[in-house]
């Protein structure tokens, strides 16, 4: 008999072995290894922001179709659609909005994604903070997790 997996425990179990990657990278204490890590940690974040956005969207719908508003549903009705679009900015408002992320901790996460675009998009090499700030992404992207 196969053990069947749900969806959103494998999602998980994705995010945690692509932190593990990150993290192994991180030891290799090498500013490419480094710069790649900040690269899967950002993903991990970028997925679990989406997710949250999905589920978010569901929860609105459900309270529209049995007709339970609750006050605030329209401005995160909103929030939820344009955080399933591309930018990063709103998938972290409506974290925030929702109380999934902590406005420090949602702040921090805009900085960090910012930092990997330059450091990836830019080539920016930044070797004086690129190890410190990597290891900070790690907690962050672990306490976005941990929070769902």
């Known amino acids: 008999m196969a053990h069947v997996v749900s969806s959103d425990t494998q999602f998980f179990a994705d995010q945690v072995e692509q932190l593990d990657l990150a993290v192994d ?8 290894f480094d ?13 679990t922001l989406h997710r ?21 549903d329209d401005e995160r009705a909103r929030a939820a659609t344009a955080a399933l679009g591309q930018r990063f900015d709103a998938k972290v ?5 929702t109380g999934m992320l902590s ?25 004086g903070i690129l190890h410190a700030l990597a290891i900070f992404y790690v907690k962050s992207a672990c306490l976005s997790l941990c929070v769902r």
């Open 25 to 32: 990278q991180l030891g290799l204490k090498d500013r490419n």
């Open 35 to 47: 710069r790649f890590a900040i690269l899967l940690i950002d993903n991990v974040v970028e997925l």
């Open 103 to 127: 406005f420090e901790l949602g702040d921090s996460i805009l900085y960090l994604h910012s930092f990997r675009n330059t450091a990836h998009h830019s080539g920016l090499r930044h070797e």
């Open 93 to 97: 408002k409506l974290a925030k909005m």
């Open 52 to 72: 949250h956005a999905e589920a978010q969207q569901r929860r609105q719908e459900q309270r529209l179709w049995y007709r339970r508003p609750k006050p605030g």
